[in-house]
């Protein structure tokens, strides 16, 4: 079993549509939980930031962490074309780890 | 601006021809790290550095080399390349002492070995 688990999709919706980004993990150690969009042909960016459990929003996004589930999801509202992307999922452990364990990513289509 | 860069964003070579990525940053920041991304299993992490001549083995380290002389620089040395190396590569920096673990990414280099 990978440490971190993501569904490489792709993942087709229409525009408007609330989606649904998720990743599963088994390292309990794991504090800190991130999602990164890429862009095809581009290096990945920040797109949330989460420490330890709870949900954080910013604008149509929305970062859900449930440590005691080991799940974390990415919900974008009111998605369009411009978010086709692939998503990552990434996480790491405190006390001085830099080493992230990044999922596969998901690739996500959002069609007019 | 604030960024991370890479060069060449392409390169074809021949196995066993030496090669260096460059890879420079003008945040200030301490660590930098290189990565290879792979289809199916997503980003991997070779090398990082916590500071200047302070270097360590990421995940997938064999056949690479780093060094870092100045902090705003990170080269990706690859001495004897072969075709198992041909991949995607980033290279990413982020500060410390922050407690936040987000990092930056260069928008990447396309390496073949033939």
């Known amino acids: 079993q990978k440490e971190v688990e993501q569904d490489p999709g792709p993942l087709s919706v229409p525009e408007g549509a609330i989606v649904s980004l998720n990743c599963t993990y088994s390292?309990?150690?794991?504090?800190?939980f991130m999602w990164y969009r890429q862009y095809s042909r581009k290096g990945p960016e920040l797109l949330m930031y989460?420490?330890?459990?709870g949900n954080k929003e910013d604008g149509r996004f929305t970062a859900q962490v449930d440590k005691s589930s080991k799940y974390i999801s990415l919900f974008i509202r009111d998605s369009q074309p411009s978010d086709s992307a692939t998503y990552l999922c990434?996480?790491?452990?405190?006390?001085?780890?830099?080493?992230?364990?990044f999922g596969r990513g998901t690739s996500l289509i959002v069609h007019p | 601006e604030a960024q991370v860069t890479q060069n060449p964003r392409y390169l074809i070579t021949v196995t066993g021809k030496k090669l260096t990525v460059t890879c420079s940053q003008n945040?200030?920041?301490?660590?930098m790290s290189w990565y290879r991304q792979d289809p199916g299993l997503g980003l991997r992490q070779i090398y990082y550095s916590m500071n200047v001549e302070v270097t360590d083995k990421g995940d997938v380290p064999e056949g690479y080399k780093v060094s870092r002389k100045e902090k705003r620089n990170f080269p990706l040395i690859l001495e004897s390349p072969s075709p198992n190396q041909t991949s995607l590569y980033f290279c990413?920096?982020?500060?410390?002492?922050?407690?936040?673990?987000?990092?930056?990414f260069g928008p990447g280099t396309r390496l073949t070995v033939t």
């Open positions: 390292n309990s150690a794991f504090q800190y």
């Open positions: 990413a920096s982020r500060p410390t002492g922050t407690g936040r673990n987000e990092q930056y």
């Open positions: 945040m200030n920041h301490e660590y």
């Open positions: 990434a996480m790491s452990a405190g006390g001085g780890s830099y080493i992230p364990t």
């Open positions: 989460t420490y330890s459990s």
